[in-house]
């Protein structure tokens, strides 16, 4: 059975529960809405195509899913509150079954944090699915990489390094166990610091969103703000379940090069680090200069493998 | 030579003039754009797919062109001036001289409009362009596909059916001269109708802009509003252009029912018929019922094609 454009957004993206905001949603040239006076307009976007992204053959429903969390971490890593989506989805066939699941991990997490689906297009194409999320903040009160100062502790939410520990135990088939669904759920359903966000937003002096790997984050965080910064390794937070699947230098690297956690990763400055919501652990300082180095035991160490371009599609080497 | 995902934006993407109400554009997790408290925003998106919306081997300033086109169309057809975009590039490999004539199409189309580009994303996968475009509109007075009233007249921009003529004579190979290059130019570089849309906002009762095909898009603006549509078949423009290379019932098939022409469809009350501007020519009337007729010679004739649904990839038939 062949759906037709405006049968598929009928059927499988209509939402029951429309923001008062929409003043006019899916289905004519474009949608309108209302912006608050005293907000700011945030606005990310993110494309995930399947090889890339996800391996083939995920469910459909934590395809859609993953193509709304990474945008609203984005948002999140603004400290702004996601609004809006628009949905761009280009499918080699219209397969109902499919389109059901993934609507369905969509919408789910647009319910959960009140985003409503405004408009977008589908196409007939190769799978590439693109999301543009909108959010609101108050007026210079945003969060960018770029505020940073030296002698700003740095705090990364979470466990990092579970996402990619969750991708490798399924591409190298590891049993299943409470921890390999531990950690492939922490992949294939991450969720994205929208509160913590929030929190942050009068609390960091920078944030950004680890996507491609902590080190290699980090090193844009620092550009971005012209400064350094000193990584005690010991402090990132190790986690159980991937320790249990894991010898200890690959779960290292996981947490320092592995991708997809969609964790924050920010700056407080000292006087304020005792108000960090305790989600967060204190890794390292920023520092002068333009180096990000690390220590282990104290002693500086040399870590090669720092994240992943998704371009190049090559490892991010310092 | 092979480029990461900053580096493109940076080299190809980076805009001389940001617009004043672009507080923070592309190269952090998130743009941040400033409203004014009198307009509403309004958004669109589309998504282009060589071999679906673009033959392939076209070349990539026109791809660029048409990709940011197609959205100002929207935004056009809402009545609201284009402000920003965000573009989602999936290209198997990012091949510079390709990059170079891309950027160099969507960013000489976004400078005429005053357009920023503030943000997006950059994947390796394959052929899919979307851009989202967002634009400002006056608070109430924005237009839709819903308001047209039995008596409304019906008018259309421009000479419908050229770009897909224009398209025919690409995929025919019809011999290049002044009226083939006219037409090509046509599909290549479909002029969105700001201007025009910004005229109409205070004067149509609804509008759209012409994507699929003059009467499956009249057929979804009467849908929206509840109504019926007489079109006189012999007082759509002609083109003479088209009539030089195609056979006349070809040339009505183009201009009733081909694609591509990013055109506006609109309906204006009769005492208000008068203000339209010359660029638009009264095709017929919006009736009472649901049904959209045409007429030739004063006769009632029934056209079988009327359009194109992207996603079936089919025509369009009453």
Redesign the interface.
Known sequence: M?????D?IARYFTQADARSDV??GI?????????P?DR??????????E???FPAGTDAADIGYRALAVNL???A??G?QPS?M???L?LPH?AISWLERFSAGLLDLARHHGVSL?????????M?I?V?V??L?ETDR?L???GARAGDLLFISGTPGEAAAGLASIQQGVPQSAASRHLQRRFLRPEPRVSLGRELRTLASA???VSDGLLTDLDKLCA?SHCGARVDIDKVPTSAAMQELFDAATCADFALAGGDDYELLFTVSPDRAAAVPASASCIGVITEGTTVSCLRDGQPVTVARRGY??????EAAP
Chains 1, 2 share one sequence.
């Open positions: 062949s759906l037709g454009e405006f598929i003043l006019l289905g004519d040239d474009a949608a309108v809405v209302a912006i006076p700011r307009l945030v606005v990310a976007m993110d494309t995930i195509v090889g890339v992204h971490s984005d948002i890593a603004m702004a809006w628009t949905l761009s280009s219209s405004i408009g977008g297009d589908t196409v007939k194409g190769p590439v693109t543009q909108a959010g903040v945003w960018t990489r770029a944030a950004m969103d971005a371009d998704h371009f190049s599609a090559k």
